[in-house]
């Protein structure tokens, strides 16, 4: 166990509806990032929030927002699904700062499947 | 703009011996580096990290080798188990942009003990 939670595990819906990822941090982590990582492909950054701020954004779609609560865990919020968005979506936590060797923490992941 | 590259998408050695994974990076601002292992299913598991001040350090079973000159990066795995088998993912980060800790990682590659 990794310390980082993400529920659920498995998520199967239809295009064209919204679904809400959940992740909680290591305990202590107050940075919070995610990752989409399609089939055989590496990790692509969406988001990463800081104590509640939003403070990084890669190629997130229009239709994906997340956040982060005042508790330090997030939602990653996907609407208007489409079969490409099929994958697998991870949660991240660090402490303040990865520079002193603890590296990110990842979670075990949802994997979403959109039919 | 950033991107982390790996030369081989897959490997095969045969157990017992050491592996070798590479990886090439083009961010010369990148100043901290990550190896992850990801089994089948799981999140990705942090190996090995190395900052660019310095160009070896080793682990238990696993080194890793930062060349800054030719950004370069390499994971070194002695002796391997079939627990070994695996996808390797390098990840890059620049530090300076501290709060904007977001890895981008390579498109990893898996690594088959034989038997």
């Known amino acids: 166990d990794s310390g980082v939670t993400q529920t659920p595990k498995h998520l199967i819906t239809a295009t064209g509806q919204r679904v809400t990822l959940r992740c909680s941090p290591r305990?202590?982590?107050?940075?919070v990032y995610w990752y989409q990582q399609s089939l055989d492909q590496g990790l692509q950054f969406l988001i990463q929030?800081?104590?509640?701020?939003?403070?990084a954004k890669g190629n997130i779609l229009e239709r994906f927002s997340a956040q982060q609560f005042p508790d330090l865990h997030s939602e990653l919020n996907l609407s208007s699904l489409e079969l490409g968005d099929s994958a697998l979506y991870f949660c991240?936590?660090?402490?303040?700062?990865?520079?002193f060797g603890t590296g990110y923490t990842f979670g075990s992941g949802t994997r979403l499947t959109v039919v | 703009g950033e991107s982390v590259g790996l030369h081989l998408p897959t490997l095969s050695v045969q157990e017992g011996d050491n592996s070798i994974i590479n990886c090439a990076y083009s961010?010369?601002?990148?100043?901290?580096f990550i190896w992850y292992k990801q089994e089948s299913g799981k999140g990705p598991q942090f190996i090995i990290d190395i900052r660019s001040n310095m160009d070896k350090r080793q682990g238990q079973r696993v080194t890793v080798l930062l060349n800054k000159t030719v950004k370069h990066l390499s994971l070194q795995i002695a002796a391997t188990q079939p627990g070994d088998s695996a996808v390797y993912f390098c990840?890059?980060?620049?530090?300076?942009?501290?709060?904007?800790?977001?890895?981008?990682f390579g498109t990893g590659t898996r690594l088959t003990i034989i038997p």
């Open positions: 929030y800081y104590n509640g701020e939003e403070r």
């Open positions: 305990s202590g982590d107050l940075s």
């Open positions: 990840a890059e980060l620049n530090t300076v942009n501290f709060g904007n800790e977001k890895l981008t």
């Open positions: 961010n010369s601002a990148s100043d901290y």
């Open positions: 991240a936590s660090s402490p303040r700062s990865t520079y």
